[in-house]
């Protein structure tokens, strides 16, 4: 099946997901995660329709937006983020979906202040508290949530979250809910420069279920461009 193919698929499924669950499918953005696939695919993905792509490694963010891959569609960051590269994603990108410790959020904050913008992000959940996940655990969300006037330069949009991996349908749906209902004791809470808009959950192989507990950004790879070739990394 061809890029745009497995695109119209996956809608399909969001929809019946979305229709099941008493949701309107419009409340539901997919993003492509785009890694390790070129720029031709990139856009063969957006011309078939997705909502956004997310990058996760900085050296195929700068390599591709040079290569003007992204042109028709927001390009988010959905990958570890060292701080010493904020640089070159801070301003390049819509939105930073994984700021992961306070010593990136400070950077990001840093960088932003420095080029006197305003840079949208997620915050993201270590949700299955893996050890080796990167992500904050749900107190210090709030922590930061408390302090969130010391980033003047950052607008918090929503959370992120990378459930442990699934073996069966509906395995991570406690994550899931998780994650809503935090999302909607924030709102509940919420100050200033922050918004719950976005719920970024939800992945190939589990996006009906993220959909059915309230997701509203599902992040798709495989099922877009098919299995990653990891032989060919460099
Ligand atoms: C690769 C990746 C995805 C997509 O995973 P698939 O299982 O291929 O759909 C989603 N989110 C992040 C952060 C990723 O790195």
């Given at each position: 099946?061809?890029?745009?193919?497995?695109?119209?698929?996956?809608?399909?499924?969001?929809?019946?997901?979305?229709?099941?669950?008493?949701r309107d499918p419009k409340d539901i953005l997919l993003c492509a995660?785009?890694?390790?696939?070129?720029?031709?695919?990139?856009?063969?993905?957006?011309?078939?329709?997705?909502?956004?792509?997310?990058?996760?490694?900085?050296?195929?963010?700068?390599?591709?937006?040079?290569?003007?891959?992204?042109?028709?569609?927001?390009?988010?960051?959905?990958?570890?983020?060292?701080?010493?590269?904020?640089?070159?994603?801070?301003?390049?990108?819509?939105?930073?979906?994984?700021?992961?410790?306070?010593?990136?959020?400070?950077?990001?904050?840093?960088?932003?202040?420095?080029?006197?913008?305003?840079?949208?992000?997620?915050?993201?959940?270590?949700?299955?508290?893996?050890?080796?996940?990167?992500?904050?655990?749900?107190?210090?969300?709030?922590?930061?949530?408390?302090?969130?006037?010391?980033?003047?330069?950052?607008?918090?949009?929503?959370?992120?979250?990378?459930?442990?991996?699934?073996?069966?349908?509906?395995?991570?749906?406690?994550?899931?809910?998780?994650?809503?209902?935090?999302?909607?004791?924030?709102?509940?809470?919420?100050?200033?420069?922050?918004?719950?808009?976005?719920?970024?959950?939800?992945?190939?192989?589990?996006?009906?279920?993220?959909?059915?507990?309230?997701?509203?950004?599902?992040?798709?790879?495989?099922?877009?461009?098919?299995?990653?070739?990891?032989?060919?990394?460099?």
């Amino acid at each position: 099946m061809s890029i745009a193919e497995n695109i119209a698929a996956i809608r399909a499924k969001m929809n019946a997901a979305a229709i099941a669950a008493g949701r309107d499918p419009k409340d539901i953005l997919l993003c492509a995660a785009t890694k390790m696939n070129d720029a031709e695919a990139v856009r063969e993905a957006i011309l078939g329709g997705v909502d956004c792509c997310g990058e996760n490694r900085v050296q195929e963010l700068t390599a591709k937006l040079a290569d003007n891959a992204y042109t028709g569609a927001p390009v988010h960051f959905i990958g570890h983020l060292q701080t010493n590269k904020v640089k070159q994603v801070v301003g390049k990108v819509d939105l930073i979906q994984s700021v992961d410790s306070l010593r990136l959020l400070e950077a990001v904050q840093k960088e932003a202040a420095r080029q006197n913008i305003c840079q949208s992000i997620l915050l993201e959940i270590n949700i299955g508290q893996e050890e080796n996940k990167t992500g904050f655990a749900i107190p210090e969300i709030w922590e930061i949530l408390d302090n969130i006037a010391n980033f003047p330069n950052i607008a918090v949009k929503g959370l992120m979250a990378i459930p442990p991996i699934c073996e069966n349908p509906g395995d991570n749906d406690k994550f899931f809910q998780e994650i809503y209902n935090l999302a909607v004791d924030i709102t509940a809470k919420k100050g200033d420069n922050v918004s719950m808009d976005i719920l970024s959950m939800g992945m190939s192989d589990d996006f009906a279920d993220a959909i059915r507990c309230g997701s509203t950004m599902i992040r798709v790879g495989t099922a877009i461009f098919g299995v990653r070739n990891y032989a060919h990394q460099q």
